[in-house]
Every structure is written in structure tokens, then in C-alpha cells.
């Protein structure tokens, strides 16, 4: 996908998906979620080994975009009358389900601010690395909503509750310094260097084994399992991790003293 509101190329075995509308600060509308939905589709269905996710211009994504001009008048009105549950329902839930679900690693590349939906977005990486000029926010109490995509649930786990309220409630911007200290995000870079940086992780993870998607899963699970549940799952995702040709290939280099060149498989 070279054109639209989502840019989707892939580099070797590494996905990168662009949100692709920076005259609204790459803000969620009909049409980046239309396309940001055929992306997801190619990359399910395609065969890199990692993603990236970040931003055109000079934010990651503001949020949902209130004043889209794709969207029919009717579908307006509606979320000023505080209907918005069925976006949420119909579109936002299920993507980021989709992006929880995805069986490759997430590098998310948060090239400035990041509000909203996008903070959760940003969020959804399971490495997080920062330019040193963006900055998150919890904008929903401005405009007299509540946090959603996911931001209630994920925020009280990487920093807290008293600093997931303080966020929520206050609705201040946090700029990435401090979301690293909190440990809401893995690294900040200089802004020239994200890309870079993010890249270079990216194919770190791209050219890792087969297990490296089973790790994923086995960690976004452990937020809701008890320990013996974890326990069961360890048990399950290791002996699929067992069965692999990459299993094969790590013991056979650590035996032969060499590094490992992992397929995937």
C-alpha cells in the first residue's frame, strides 16, 4: 500500500505501517481506519516477522478525529450525542484485539504526540521506543469522556494506579522523558535517530526465532492469568516452541559453538 491514509511497505522480513494523514496529526477517520483495516489484512496474511507502527509528520496519532468530513452528518450528530460505543464496537475494539492477537512482534516508533486512541496505539508496541520530542496524552477528560482502547486496562499495569489516575484525571501531557522514567516506553531517541533505532530493533526481532511470537502471546496473556494458569500456559506455548524447525537449528548452533540462523518455522 503506497497510497491512502496508511503507507504499508516491508523491508526484508519487517512490516512498517505509517498512519498517513499529518494535516490532522494522522487522527483516526473513516478512511486511515478503513485503510489502516486492508493493512492489517495484508500483513495477517503476508510473512514479515515484525511490525513497525509510526506516524507522518509530526505526531504519532491525535485521537479520534471529531471533525471528519468522511464520516456521513447523521454519524456526527450521533457521537455528539455521546453514541460513540458503536465505533468502538465495531471498529476500534476489534483492531486492537487484532493488534494483541498478531502473531509477530510490535516495534511502535512514537514520532511525537500520541492522544487518545493514539496513546493507546503507541501503547499496543510491545517495544515502545520514543523520539525525544513526543509526548502522550490522556486527552479524554478534556472534551468529557472516559479513556478507551484499551488505556484503562493497560495503564494501571505499566505505571501504576495512582499515576494511570493522575494521567486520566488531570488529562496533562506527558512528555517522553518521563514516560520513560515511568517506564510507560522501553527507550527515547533523538528524533533524527528513531526511525533508525526502531528499524534496527525491528530486525533484530524479524530474524529471531519462531518462538519470538509465542513469547509475545505468552506475556500479553500473563496479565490476566492466575499463576497456575500461566504455569499451564508456559507449559503449552513451550512444547509448540519444541516442535519447531528454529528450536532445531538454536540447539544444533549452541552445540556447534556458531550463531543460529532462525527461518521462522
Same mark, same amino acid.
Given at each position: 500500500?503506497?497510497?491512502?491514509?496508511?503507507?504499508?511497505?516491508?523491508?526484508?522480513?519487517?512490516?512498517?505501517?505509517?498512519?498517513?494523514?499529518?494535516?490532522?496529526?494522522?487522527?483516526?477517520?473513516?478512511?486511515?481506519?478503513?485503510?489502516?483495516?486492508?493493512?492489517?489484512?495484508?500483513?495477517?496474511?503476508?510473512?514479515?516477522?515484525? $511490525?513497525?507502527?509510526?506516524?507522518?509528520?509530526?505526531?504519532?496519532?491525535?485521537?479520534?478525529?471529531?471533525?471528519?468530513?468522511?464520516?456521513?452528518?447523521?454519524? #456526527?450528530?450521533?457521537?455528539?450525542?455521546?453514541?460513540?460505543?458503536?465505533?468502538?464496537?465495531?471498529?476500534?475494539?476489534?483492531?486492537?484485539?487484532?493488534?494483541?492477537?498478531?502473531?509477530?512482534?510490535?516495534?511502535?516508533?512514537?514520532?511525537?504526540?500520541?492522544?487518545?486512541?493514539?496513546?493507546?496505539?503507541?501503547?499496543?508496541?510491545?517495544?515502545?521506543?520514543?523520539? #525525544?520530542?513526543?509526548?502522550?496524552?490522556?486527552?479524554?477528560?478534556?472534551?468529557? $469522556?472516559?479513556?478507551?482502547?484499551?488505556?484503562?486496562?493497560?495503564?494501571?499495569?505499566?505505571?501504576?494506579?495512582?499515576?494511570?489516575?493522575? $494521567?486520566? $484525571?488531570?488529562?496533562?501531557?506527558?512528555?517522553?522523558?518521563?514516560?520513560?522514567?515511568?517506564?510507560?516506553?522501553? !527507550?527515547?531517541?533523538?528524533?533524527?535517530?528513531?526511525?533508525?533505532?526502531?528499524?534496527?530493533?525491528? !530486525?533484530?526481532?524479524?530474524?529471531?526465532?519462531?518462538?519470538?511470537?509465542?513469547?509475545?502471546?505468552?506475556?500479553?496473556?500473563?496479565?490476566?492469568?492466575?499463576?497456575?494458569?500461566?504455569?499451564?500456559?508456559?507449559?503449552?506455548?513451550?512444547?509448540?516452541?519444541?516442535?519447531?524447525?528454529?528450536?532445531?537449528?538454536?540447539?544444533?548452533?549452541?552445540?556447534?559453538? #556458531?550463531?543460529?540462523?532462525?527461518?521462522?518455522?
Amino acid at each position: 500500500m503506497k497510497h491512502g491514509r496508511i503507507h504499508l511497505e516491508t523491508t526484508g522480513d519487517v512490516a512498517v505501517m505509517t498512519l498517513n494523514d499529518p494535516s490532522v496529526l494522522n487522527a483516526f477517520g473513516q478512511k486511515l481506519r478503513e485503510d489502516m483495516t486492508a493493512a492489517m489484512d495484508q500483513i495477517e496474511a503476508g510473512s514479515a516477522r515484525c $511490525l513497525v507502527i509510526t506516524g507522518a509528520g509530526r505526531a504519532f496519532c491525535s485521537g479520534a478525529n471529531l471533525n471528519d468530513p468522511d464520516r456521513p452528518p447523521r454519524d #456526527r450528530a450521533a457521537e455528539a450525542r455521546g453514541e460513540a460505543k458503536s465505533d468502538l464496537e465495531t471498529w476500534y475494539n476489534p483492531m486492537f484485539m487484532r493488534l494483541r492477537g498478531l502473531s509477530i512482534p510490535i516495534v511502535t516508533a512514537i514520532n511525537g504526540m500520541a492522544a487518545g486512541a493514539g496513546m493507546s496505539l503507541a501503547l499496543s508496541g510491545d517495544i515502545r521506543i520514543a523520539a #525525544r520530542s513526543a509526548s502522550f496524552l490522556q486527552a479524554f477528560a478534556r472534551i468529557g $469522556l472516559v479513556p478507551d482502547c484499551g488505556s484503562s486496562w493497560i495503564l494501571p499495569r505499566l505505571i501504576g494506579m495512582a499515576r494511570a489516575m493522575e $494521567l486520566s $484525571l488531570l488529562a496533562e501531557r506527558l512528555p517522553a522523558e518521563t514516560a520513560l522514567a515511568w517506564g510507560l516506553i522501553n !527507550r527515547m531517541e533523538e528524533d533524527d535517530a528513531l526511525m533508525p533505532k526502531a528499524m534496527d530493533m525491528a !530486525r533484530a526481532l524479524a530474524a529471531g526465532p519462531k518462538s519470538i511470537g509465542l513469547i509475545r502471546q505468552m506475556y500479553w496473556e500473563s496479565m490476566d492469568n492466575s499463576y497456575s494458569e500461566q504455569l499451564d500456559l508456559e507449559a503449552k506455548l513451550q512444547t509448540r516452541a519444541g516442535m519447531t524447525k528454529d528450536f532445531e537449528e538454536g540447539v544444533a548452533a549452541f552445540r556447534e559453538k #556458531r550463531p543460529a540462523k532462525f527461518s521462522g518455522q
